[in-house]
């Protein structure tokens, strides 16, 4: 199989979601040629492919990118396709160089170079920037797989409404806030069953007195008060990254009104149906892994990782592997680096850290 070399550019963005495109607006505006490569086929896809009623938990006032807010009502909570909608425009607006359909599948390293492949294509670079939250595999329990072939299962990644689903009872599984919407929603047409238990719960209702007085706090502190160079931010990082988010605009009480049984977490599986921790059977035709994912950075052939796997960094710049970056991951600098306003502020502190352009050897693409 011949392979397809692209020109060598300066720095190679690999993931076109939020994070990959605010960073690539200042880097634009710094002149530099990069390239932004991206699995899906248009901007905001990541977004578009999740259930069909999801919208942020941020208001339109905190969910611009840089150089151009949010169109609309600034209090309101917009929804994921009008999220993937913003995403095009951006990339048109500012005229960002993004390359659509390429699922890149291995990072290494020749001489100063970083060479991409993605198929029969390379792309050499000098810097590269992993903006994809570390290519998010679906986690399911390994006793998945012992469950009745009848019961319809699918992950919170899979699900779009519960037109999916076959008549009868739902389990979901996992009380985050996933798992809370998604139970909350299909307990409009069938018996849903919810196990697990949350992290916590914001103390305030969300909505818009919300985005208007509580939320401002909520920002604030999650960008200025949790982060890696205060005491707290510290102390709170490893603990923010193993536990689940708390519980948003749907809460446990909400759950309790609609009619959603709350049960103990799942144990595991007997006779082919679910056992809870208490020992209750469920009599289940549909289950929905609300359980979060794992992070695979297996395609990255760099000694960047330490022993768990996770990015040796200081604030996104790999500690061990200068020219490598990271964006977008889980708090990568502070508790809201994962969010849009973080991840915007992590694309501007990053934008002013990639090292500069060779004076020569680079193409414009």
Not at 63 to 92: E, H, I, M
Not at 180 to 204: D, N, Q
Not at 300 to 318: C, I, K, M, W, Y
């Amino acid at each position: 199989m011949s392979v397809h070399h692209n020109p060598e550019v300066d720095t190679v963005i690999v993931g076109g979601g939020q994070s990959g495109l605010a960073l690539g607006y200042w880097l634009a505006r710094q002149g530099r040629n990069f390239l932004i490569l991206d699995q899906h086929q248009r901007p905001g896809d990541a977004w578009r492919q999740r259930w069909d009623s999801l919208r942020l938990f941020t208001p339109a006032k905190y969910d611009g990118l840089p150089g151009a807010p949010f169109p609309g009502d600034p209090l309101a909570f917009p929804t994921k396709d009008q999220l993937a909608d913003y995403l095009v425009d951006y990339v048109r607006r500012f005229e960002l160089p993004y390359v659509p359909g390429v699922r890149v599948e291995d990072i290494s390293s020749e001489g100063e170079a970083f060479v991409l492949r993605s198929g029969d294509r390379e792309w050499r670079s000098r810097n590269v920037v992993i903006a994809t939250g570390g290519h998010r595999i679906p986690k399911v329990p390994a006793f998945a797989g012992e469950l009745d072939p009848g019961i319809l299962q699918l992950h919170s990644q899979d699900y779009k409404n519960p037109g999916q689903l076959k008549e009868g009872p739902v389990l979901v599984v996992g009380l985050g806030n996933s798992g809370a919407e998604i139970a909350l929603e299909v307990a409009r047409s069938r018996p849903t069953l919810l196990a697990g238990k949350p992290s916590a719960e914001m103390p305030m209702r969300h909505g818009r007195a919300a985005a208007r007085f509580a939320l401002p706090v909520v920002r604030f502190l999650g960008l200025y008060v949790l982060n890696l160079n205060t005491p707290m931010g510290r102390k709170a990082a490893p603990k923010f990254k193993s536990m689940a988010a708390p519980l948003i605009r749907t809460k446990s009480k909400d759950l309790a009104a609609a009619g959603v049984r709350l049960h103990p977490r799942l144990a595991g599986v007997q006779d082919g149906l679910p056992v809870l921790e208490d020992g209750t059977q469920v009599e289940a035709a549909n289950v929905i892994w609300c359980t979060g994912y794992h992070e695979d950075y297996s395609w990255v052939n760099l000694p960047a990782f330490d022993s768990h796997g996770e990015p040796q960094q200081t604030r996104g710049v790999a500690d061990s592997v200068p020219g490598l970056y990271f964006l977008g991951q889980e708090f990568l600098f502070a508790a809201a680096s994962a969010t849009l306003p973080g991840a915007c502020r992590d694309a501007r502190y990053l934008a002013g850290r990639v090292t500069a352009p060779r004076s020569s050897g680079l193409v414009n693409v």
